[in-house]
Nanobody
């Protein structure tokens, strides 16, 4: 089992920055991939960024150059640094972990970007 707790969401003006954190606990040593997803009102949940146990990263095109995913293995924490935020980035952001093909989710943190 893997438990995930997100933090760092909030209200920010367009052009601003936020850093989301995802603290993992439980059987984290066998987690293969961790990622950040988001779901805006009326839209499907989408993958924003992911990072493998080896440190390889992927990003959805809409956030490339603005968002950076990173991890601190000593703290079992994954971060999402979000810069140059846009109103269309407004969503609930969820942390995700994949372990032996099973997905684990946090409860989400709300990011609101005002224009």
């Amino acid at each position: 089992q893997v438990q995930l707790v997100e933090s760092g969401g909030g209200l920010v003006q367009a052009g601003g920055s936020l850093r989301l954190s995802c603290a993992a606990s439980g059987s984290v040593s066998s987690v293969n991939v961790m990622g950040w997803y988001r779901q805006a009102p009326g839209k499907q949940r989408e993958l924003v960024a992911s990072i493998t146990s080896g440190g390889s990263t992927t990003y959805v095109d809409s956030v490339k150059g603005r968002f950076t995913i990173s991890k601190d293995n000593a703290k079992n924490t994954v971060y999402l640094q979000m810069n140059s935020l846009k109103p269309e980035d407004t969503a609930v952001y969820y942390c995700n972990a994949l372990r032996y093909g099973r997905a684990y989710w946090g409860k989400g943190t709300l990011v609101t970007v005002s224009s």
